[in-house]
């Protein structure tokens, strides 16, 4: 049977991890492994506190992230395909405003797409980790699930990958907050 300890280790260096994946080369198998190891916690914590819920949520927003980096990357492969054969000549006299403009609406189209689906993802993320706040009374994950949904839906103006960037920190903490035994309801 897992242990609080085992998901708060788990949980914490797995956050450490995947907070590196902005590092070049190694960081992105650094962030799979530390997203893993994430998710491995997140079940030990369903499984000790007796909530499915917890993992069932936040098992929904990977797949919705997944599910929305495999579309987002379909599509834009298939846009840039649909134009590749009118950039062979170099642009040509007509070939700025319709091309371009198909690109620039296409590229448009995905990453408002892309934005949904993380504000649909982070949704999911902060309802398992408000019932992990709640569970274990680490209200850390509370405030680091608010600030990845706002995080998501400031991603639009761009300040938002700086709010996730602050809630993956409050992430690791919360983790690393986690008692050792299940506190008493």
């Keep these: 049977m897992p242990t609080l300890e085992q998901a708060r280790l788990l949980g914490g260096i797995g956050s450490i991890l995947a907070i590196l994946s902005i590092l070049p080369r190694a960081g992105a198998v650094l962030g799979i492994i530390g997203f893993i190891l994430v998710l491995i916690a997140v079940k030990?914590?369903?499984?000790?506190?007796?909530?499915?819920?917890i993992f069932k949520n936040y098992l929904i927003a990977v797949i919705i992230a997944i599910v929305g980096l495999v579309i987002v990357t379909f599509a834009g492969v298939a846009s840039f395909m649909t134009?590749?054969?009118?950039m062979?000549?170099?642009?040509?006299?007509g070939l700025s405003g319709g091309l371009f403009g198909f690109l620039s609406l296409s590229m448009i189209g995905i990453l408002v797409a892309l934005w949904v689906l993380t504000i649909i993802s982070a949704y999911f993320i902060r309802k398992s980790f408000n019932t992990i706040a709640t569970a274990l009374n680490v209200k850390m994950f509370g405030t680091a699930a608010l600030l990845y949904f706002i995080g998501a839906i400031l991603l639009i103006v761009l300040v938002g990958g700086i709010v996730i960037f602050i809630a993956e920190i409050l992430q690791i903490v919360a983790f690393f907050q986690i008692p050792v035994e299940k506190p008493a309801a």
């Design 44 to 53: 030990y914590i369903s499984e000790i506190t007796g909530d499915e819920s």
């Design 83 to 86: 134009a590749a054969p009118f």
């Design 88 to 93: 062979a000549g170099g642009p040509g006299p």
